[in-house]
């Protein structure tokens, strides 16, 4: 079945430490990716997306995300992470009829 | 620039009834999307419309249905309710197209099934 996967649901991390959550995605063809970030108490917003071009994804707050299209993933960074970091994040997969194919999220907490 | 607005924020009904969600997309967007965030379940698509037809559906049964107005705003209804129903109904929007630019999400209405 098609599918967007994401790995190690919760993550604890200390403040300074890197970031790296996997997102795995099962569809052939074309495809469009996002990084989508809920904060606690607030609506979803977006991170980072790729259409086209270089693999290799600047965000917003410093995050970054590389698309290796032999792997069906599209991994998401952060070199050193902060306590403002600690939220929900998804990843999501168009497909081209504009139906966003998510993630089951990793909720990620920064400790200070 | 006002972000995707949608009301009520919770909602509470029981087992048998329908519920009526409302969003207005942001102001110049064409499309409205409708998402359900169930415990466990993560994010599920359920419609989208644009220019006021319905595009695609998720794979959700006919009582999940909607509308989208002229003015763009849409609507979300759910018939004949279901405990499982209950989740946070999230609605976005974008330009239209089949290959649109990122979804703007709102707050959500949260819904309760007794």
């Known amino acids: 079945a098609q599918s967007v996967s994401q790995h190690n649901h919760h993550v604890i991390l200390s403040e300074a430490a890197s970031l790296e959550l996997g997102c795995n995605y099962s569809?052939?063809?074309?495809?469009?990716l996002f990084w989508y970030v809920q904060y606690p108490g607030q609506h979803l917003q977006l991170l980072l997306k790729?259409?086209?071009?270089?693999?290799l994804v600047k965000g917003i707050k410093g995050f970054e995300a590389e698309f290796i299209k032999s792997k069906f993933s599209f991994n998401l960074r952060k070199p050193s992470v902060q306590w403002s970091d600690t939220a929900e994040y998804f990843c999501?997969?168009?497909?081209?009829?504009?139906?966003?194919?998510f993630g089951k999220g990793n909720q990620v907490v920064v400790i200070p | 620039e006002a972000g995707v607005t949608q009301s009520p924020t919770h909602l509470i009904k029981t087992r048998g009834q329908q519920a009526t969600l409302r969003c207005s997309p942001i102001?110049?967007?064409?499309?409205v999307y409708w998402y359900q965030q169930a415990l466990g379940l993560g994010l599920q698509f359920l419609l989208w419309?644009?220019?006021?037809?319905?595009?695609n559906r998720g794979n959700f049964p006919p009582r999940f249905s909607g509308r989208q107005f002229p003015n763009y705003s849409s609507e979300l209804n759910v018939n004949a309710l279901e405990l499982e129903d209950s989740a946070l109904y999230l609605c976005?929007?974008?330009?239209?197209?089949?290959?649109?630019?990122?979804?703007?999400f709102g707050p959500g209405t949260r819904l309760t099934v007794l």
């Open positions: 976005a929007s974008s330009h239209g197209g089949f290959w649109s630019d990122e979804q703007f």
């Open positions: 569809y052939g063809g074309t495809v469009n």
């Open positions: 790729y259409f086209s071009g270089d693999p």
């Open positions: 999501a997969v168009s497909l081209g009829n504009n139906r966003l194919a």
């Open positions: 102001s110049g967007h064409t499309s």
């Open positions: 419309y644009d220019e006021g037809e319905e595009r």
